[in-house]
């Protein structure tokens, strides 16, 4: 009786041990993890250049520029100067300036012999056919069909080396000046190339067009065919798994590899993200997307009617505010606002991100 008692004691002490032991194990754990994770935050908020290093270094394309779409402030970026092809991602150029050039987008017009039967994808128009501009806008960015790029340049312009022309004065015109369009539809042709950063700026540019951004954030849409309406499904997989995707296109040749522009907003900030030769472009894209929204903020630096304290070598205010201001800045980052003349002047590490006029009091 007693040995079966002082068994019973031993077990339940040997028990005992166990769950304590267990217990300091989890304990340890706890606290080893909670310092891991404590140093991987500090790190993410203090050493932001070693952040965004990491987060470059990460990214499998020839490459990348992620950009905030008001400002055009690059968050991240990867060779964004580098001169490569671009496939349909062209598209984005081709549809900007179209919208740029073109007031009717809704009455039907016929389809040139010379855009039927182009290579590569296609919506398959049929020589004679009748669809209109806005139709024809969504059969190339959905779809991204090479014919109804085709039959856009030719009806805004007489020929495809002159809309090619207009494609580079677009260009030229939002500073994109490292790009060379030769086409409408992103066919590999020599002397046809853009850059990450580039095409960051057109994008950021095209999606201010409330036309366009209303295209390129659709699913799906019927356009006129002329036997059955044609429907055309958006091949941006990401705008039909993510909410918060809302543009813009695709683009994929054997020399320029898997290129994509993606938009993402989250509140009141729009980030565009460019990967150029990238094979998990989707992937990839949405990670330094949604990295950028929860690094950054779009915060007011100024608003209509605010009274400027700024350093101008006075020790009273200058003035108010004219218009709004945003720029997006990491918790802690700061920017520096100048009086000079009639002008205020935003700058953020020593360059100017902002001038504009205000009223003197």
Known sequence: MSNHTSCDKHTSYGNHRVFVRMGAFLVASIIFA????GSMYMGRRVNAKGLRAAIEADTTARAMCTMEMSTGRVLY??????RLPMASTTKIVTAITVLDNCTDLDTPIEINPRAVGIEGTSIYLQRGEMLTVRELLYGMMLRSGNDAAAALALHVRPTIEKFSDLMNDTARKVGARNSSFKNPHGLDQEGHYTTAYDLALI??????NPTFAEIVGTKEIKVSGREYPRLVRNKNRLLHSTPD???V?????KKAGRCYVGAFKDNAMTVICVVLNCGPMFEESATLMETANDEFTLRKILEQGQLIDCDCGCDTLCGVAVED????????????TICAGDKVIIKFNGEQVYSGHYNRI
């Open 34 to 37: 909670s310092a891991i994770y």
């Open 325 to 336: 201001f945003y720029f997006p800045l990491r918790a802690d980052e700061n920017v520096e």
């Open 249 to 253: 296109k695709t683009g994929f040749t």
């Open 203 to 208: 994008s950021a540019y095209a999606m201010q």
């Open 245 to 247: 995707c809302v543009g």
């Open 77 to 82: 970026s990867k060779n964004q100067d580098a």
